[in-house]
């Protein structure tokens, strides 16, 4: 058991994970990027599960020194802009995200950066972006996240990362301008969507942006969709890849405990093959794992969900079956 051989990571590897738990302080605490209490719990529990001694068995040094700790500030304090709901502190503590990510690709490692919600990717890709601006990103996610300030319905920005990292009309916003739009189109592939807004599909559409539905994992089966997926982003196999994985690409039966569970999802395998089939490119330079919460099911919920968490970190980073 041992991760592939690597272009961009020198020996011996090293794995970095960065824990970002996030809230602010109102009458009804929750996540800063979305409305539901307990995603940042999540990180918290994935590594209470084991995980750092989980990824050492593999053959990774890691290196973990607590979770980030970000600044609480009330709701008052950060009145929405426009349709934004707490858009400075999202923004602080993503660009804070950045920093560490970015230090740690810069010194060698692979981050792994543990959600929280989805919003923390403006982060974490832009993190990568730092050291890798070549780098292709692989999405796996029920969602696009690819709402504008302008299409979005709910203002909340954990459904629109993926429109700041790319720059897409709307995103010129202050509060965000340290985001470098590094990310273009034709480096973006989804696989998992099932619930998307009709903005997104537009969006998609206007810039041909590749995305793998559960219908065509469905209809090609997920080794297919896969191969096809890393065709299209890194066809000669000589990109560096961000793996940016929310839980609720799974289908809710395998990992209930997420904010926005949809059924029709990953089964167990589907999500690990991902996972491995990325890891056997030797290309992957940082994992995101995000939306694990804890809040939202009974205890032995929370365990499966955690469980799948750590499996597919472990997966993403070199654990084989045989």
């Not at 995980?51 to 929405?80: N, R, Y």
């Not at 832009?126 to 780098?135: I, V």
């Not at 997920?222 to 982003?233: F, N, R, S």
Request: net charge negative; with cysteine.
């Amino acid at each position: 058991m041992s991760p592939s051989k690597s272009p961009f990571l020198p020996e011996p590897y090293t794995a970095s994970i960065v824990g970002c738990p996030f809230s602010f302080s109102c009458k009804t605490p929750f996540s800063a990027g979305q409305r539901k209490a307990g995603v940042d719990k999540g990180p918290i529990h994935l590594v209470e599960a084991g995980l750092v001694d989980q990824l050492t068995e593999i053959g990774w040094k890691v290196k973990f020194d607590g979770h980030h700790q970000f600044e609480e500030v009330s709701a008052a304090d950060d009145p929405q802009i426009g349709k934004l709901r707490n858009p400075r502190l999202v923004s602080r503590v993503t660009e804070a995200v950045a920093k560490a990510v970015g230090e740690h690709v810069q010194n060698g490692e692979l981050p792994v950066t543990l959600g929280g919600d989805h919003s923390l990717a403006m982060g974490t890709i832009s993190g990568t972006l730092s050291k890798y601006p070549d780098a292709c990103v692989i999405w796996v996610d029920a969602h696009a996240d690819i709402n504008t300030p302008e299409t979005t319905d709910s203002g909340n920005i954990h459904g629109m990362p993926v429109s700041f990292l790319l720059g897409l009309e709307g995103t010129k916003i202050p509060e965000f301008s340290w985001i470098k739009p590094l990310l273009t189109p034709d480096r973006l592939v989804y696989i998992g969507l099932r619930d998307i807004d009709d903005g997104e599909k537009k969006i998609l559409k206007e810039h041909n942006i590749k995305a793998f539905s559960m219908h065509e994992v469905d209809k090609y089966g997920i080794g297919k969709v896969v191969e096809l997926a890393l065709d299209h982003v890194n066809a000669k196999r000589d990109r560096p890849i961000h793996l940016s994985f929310d839980v609720d690409a799974m289908d809710p039966t395998v990992a209930p405990s997420t904010g926005t569970p949809v059924r029709g999802g990953l089964t167990f395998r589907e999500g690990h093959y991902i996972c491995e089939a990325v890891q056997e490119t030797g290309l992957l330079v940082a994992f995101d794992l995000v939306e694990v919460n804890p809040s939202l099911a009974d205890a032995a919920s929370v365990q499966a969900t955690v469980a799948v968490g750590c499996s597919l970190v472990r997966a993403a980073l070199g654990e084989t079956l045989l």
